[in-house]
């Protein structure tokens, strides 16, 4: 089954403005909630994490919000570059166990 | 230093033959993982090795995958009698132990004719 939804399947945005991508989970379980970057031909990187002890988490232009209670999280791009443009995968961990969702494509356009 | 490097980037076979896809993990990382990634999915977790023992191989879809990691370090995923379902892009990442962060390779491209 699908652990972890993730939302919308592409995204197209101007450059300088806000994308938004958003994920739900199952398993209350999972404590660990990473966002990856991959580019095509290369293997994900680790963008950004968050655990469930705090509500927001920024690192630059990418924040985190994330809602415990409605077993939600989501990744915000403020000022998008063309750069950005990649696909984005949340997931959801515990120990070794790590469930991703399905991907955002994200263009960014200049 | 070096990241997770995988080889081949690329592999075409045939149906029915045996593949082996080899991993090189960040050194010192004990922990490695094996996935696949189908087109426009997330990677999908196949096997988790703490040192050389596979500590999680519940993502395993049958018997036709194994994968071994010998000396704690490198590690092989064998696949046999490959069927055309297995054609994927197959990721590999280390993290310096158990729940830590993971650093993926750029997977190898199986395609299976």
């Known amino acids: 089954q699908q652990q972890v939804k993730q939302s919308p399947q592409s995204l197209i945005v101007q450059k300088g403005g806000i994308s938004i991508i958003n994920c739900a989970y199952e398993?209350?379980?999972?404590?660990?909630f990473p966002w990856y970057q991959q580019f095509p031909g290369k293997g994900p990187a680790l963008l950004i994490a968050i655990r469930p002890d705090v509500s927001e988490k920024k690192e630059g232009r990418f924040t985190i919000s994330f809602n415990k209670s409605a077993k939600q999280f989501s990744l915000h791009i403020m000022d998008s570059q063309p750069g950005d443009s990649a696909t984005y995968f949340c997931a959801a961990s515990r120990g070794n166990d790590m469930r991703f969702g399905a991907g955002t494509r994200l263009t960014v356009k200049p | 230093g070096a990241g997770v490097s995988q080889t081949p980037s690329n592999k075409v076979t045939e149906k029915g033959k045996y593949v082996e896809l080899r991993c090189d993990p960040i050194?010192?990382?004990?922990?490695l993982y094996w996935y696949r990634q189908s087109l426009g999915q997330g990677p999908e977790f196949l096997i988790y090795?703490?040192?050389?023992?596979?500590?999680?191989d519940s993502g395993l879809p049958n018997d036709r995958f194994f994968a071994v990691r010998p000396e704690g370090s490198v590690s092989t995923l064998k696949i046999q009698r490959t069927e055309r379902g297995d054609s994927a892009v197959y990721l590999c990442?280390?993290?310096?132990?158990?729940?830590?962060?993971?650093?993926f390779g750029p997977g190898t491209r199986l395609t299976v004719l």
């Open positions: 090795f703490q040192g050389t023992g596979a500590a999680d």
């Open positions: 050194s010192g990382h004990t922990a």
């Open positions: 398993n209350t379980a999972f404590d660990y």
């Open positions: 990442a280390s993290s310096l132990n158990r729940g830590g962060e993971q650093f």
